[in-house]
């Protein structure tokens, strides 16, 4: 059965790295436009603060949208992301 979570509103299935690299994608192009960040205000009879907050690690989304790519290249069959290259020399 699958095992289905919902990320941007959106079903999708939790063993499936390439649907799983499509949605987190989309959550990421929307937080760098701006969408998900959260306004604070704080006022006092003499000041007024505005902050502006954001709850999500851009490093943390990153490496994890690498690692849904190379997963999803596994499954499909194609070229993996990394690989070593091995080079022999003969006298």
Do not use: W
């Not at 499936?16 to 949605?23: I, K």
């Not at 603060?49 to 290249?73: I, K, Y």
Request: aromatic content about 4%; overall charge positive; glycine content about 4%.
């Amino acid at each position: 059965m699958a095992n289905m979570v919902t990320i941007n509103g959106v079903a999708v299935d939790a063993e499936d790295p390439c649907a799983l690299y499509q949605a987190l994608y989309a959550v990421k192009l929307r937080i760098l436009a701006g969408e998900h960040v959260e306004e604070l205000q704080i006022q006092s009879p003499v000041t007024r603060e505005l902050m502006r907050l954001s709850s999500t690690s851009m490093a943390a989304l990153d490496q994890e949208l690498m690692r849904l790519a190379q997963a999803c290249a596994e499954k499909t069959g194609g070229r993996r992301v990394r690989y070593a290259k091995r080079i022999r020399f003969t006298c």
